[in-house]
């Protein structure tokens, strides 16, 4: 039954994607981590305009799978579960890719770590921040506003619970503010990929 699930859940995600990227021998697969309301998406689209991507945000593949999301710790293993094969799935077939989720803790990153090694990808890590009272700002936008570019139903709250949560990146990683200009940081990981 939950293999069942799995290939229907695929399915779904295939078919929110668009077009993809063009294959490469060696694809990029960047891993990009941090709080909610720091700036990971607006991180995530400003490197695809430098560089060919599949952004899979985990907010929109969320609602893809969960239209009215319970954000359950079983819906995030349903939904985590069907994010790791799908990236394993394009990474194998050559499309460069960006995962844009939370990525907090350094056990959920090891999955990705391990796709990586099997699929012979470039991994990139970069760890998206930005100053609290920025965050807070953010967020509080993101409640009074609606944009239908945003995804994510995050506030301040879950900001405060999650951020007590966040493991240090064991790995090298690019680190990147976005209170500030990022244009610096997204040149030298674009550089890093081509390299």
Known sequence: MEQIQLSQDLD??????GILPEAT????????????GTGKSFFCHKLA????FCILESDAMRKTLFPSPD???????HLFSAC???????????????????N??????????????????????????????????????????????DQSDAGWGVYSRMK??????????????TSRDIGPVIDKIVREINR
């Open 25 to 36: 021998a060696t694809p990029a697969f960047v891993v990009v981590s941090g709080l909610p």
């Open 49 to 52: 305009e430098n560089s060919p």
């Open 71 to 77: 954000y359950s710790s079983e819906e995030s293993t």
């Open 104 to 149: 907090l803790s350094e056990r959920n990153r090891e999955r990705l770590y391990r796709i990586s090694d099997r699929t012979g990808a470039k991994l990139v890590l970069v760890r998206v921040e930005a100053p609290s009272a920025t965050v807070y700002e953010r967020l509080k936008a993101r409640s009074e506003a609606t944009n239908p570019e």
């Open 12 to 17: 779904k995600l295939r078919q929110s994607l």
């Open 84 to 102: 790791h094969s799908l990236i394993e799935e394009l990474l194998d077939k050559g499309v460069p890719l960006i995962f844009d989720a939370t």
């Open 164 to 177: 007590p949560r966040v493991d240090r990146i064991k790995r090298n990683h690019f680190a990147v503010d």
